[in-house]
């Protein structure tokens, strides 16, 4: 029988279509959490996160 | 944890959606305290007292810099404050330390969740070498493509608008990024397709002010612009070989020796 490689993220394509719906909700919390850090607008978010933006080479003000 | 030796390729816990998800979320934050904690501590030597030192040339702090400079960045045009009405800033000193770590915390901790889930749907093996090379072409599609265009600028740097600015970084992430997993696709075709989508932001170009020109020192600007660019790099490795060593290591718990 084949043996599985030692590590993979997800396995077979069966387990990787069932495993769909929580990769894609990971995305979208990655995208939320993005947002929120990097590019929204509002002036108190900006000015906490001013430093890391710039930083990070983020389009900033 | 009790499977039996039977290794048959329906890795049960790897089937169930809050499981996949719950691996997904716990090396996306570890992945991210191990960048976050690093990239934290190199913005603190190493970038945050550039952008110090360029807000001494604007003449004033950050909260109050360039009143009534039309066009620099941080014109309180550009913030869509009305005049006066400042809102909240962090003082400067620890507190300005504290958030700008807390928001590269949290940064990196959303660039793990979509590192980890792009992994995770691509599948295949995965492990601290291969979690490098995803770190690597995250700071392609996430640092270095978009600098080509629009490198990572200093306060009081001119620059187009910010909602054109933001447009195009998005742009030549998301071709980069497609670009890349292109690239890594069977025939040659995608591979050129995806040479192509790395191109095309590059082609349409990015939005630049009408003319160049800022408060601090061109040599400051490129110092900065240098120094962000390799903290970014660290951050990306750091985030991508943390990630896929533990998603390596949740694989080994899960399955028989």
Known sequence: MTT?????????????????????????????????????????????????????????? | ???????????????????????????????????????ATLQAC????????????EGGDHAAAAEGLLLLVHSSDAHGAP???QAWAPSDGFERSFYTATATLVTAFGWALLLVAAMSLRGGPIDMRRGLVWGACGFAAAALAPALGLPPELPGAMAADLGARQAWWLLAFLATAAGIWAMAGRTVWTAAGGVLLII???LLGAPHPERFGGAAPPELAAHFATASLAVAAVFWLVLGGVAGAVLARFDRMERPA
């Open chain 2, 46 to 57: 190493v970038t945050t007292p550039i952008i110090v030192e360029a807000e001494r040339y």
């Open chain 2, 200 to 202: 095309l932001p590059h």
């Open chain 2, 1 to 39: 944890m009790r499977r039996t030796t039977r290794a048959t390729r329906s890795a049960i816990p790897v089937t169930d959606g809050a499981v996949v998800f719950r691996r997904i979320f716990a090396s996306a934050l570890i992945a991210a305290l191990a960048a976050g904690i690093v990239t």
């Open chain 2, 83 to 85: 005049d006066g009405a």
């Open chain 1, 4 to 61: 599985i490689p030692a590590s993979s993220a997800l396995s077979a394509a069966s387990g990787r279509a069932a495993a769909l719906p929580a990769i894609l909700a990971a995305l979208m919390l990655g995208i939320v959490v993005l947002y929120g850090a990097g590019f929204a607008g509002a002036d108190v978010l900006h000015n906490a996160a001013h430093d890391t933006r710039h930083a990070l080479g983020y389009p900033c003000h």
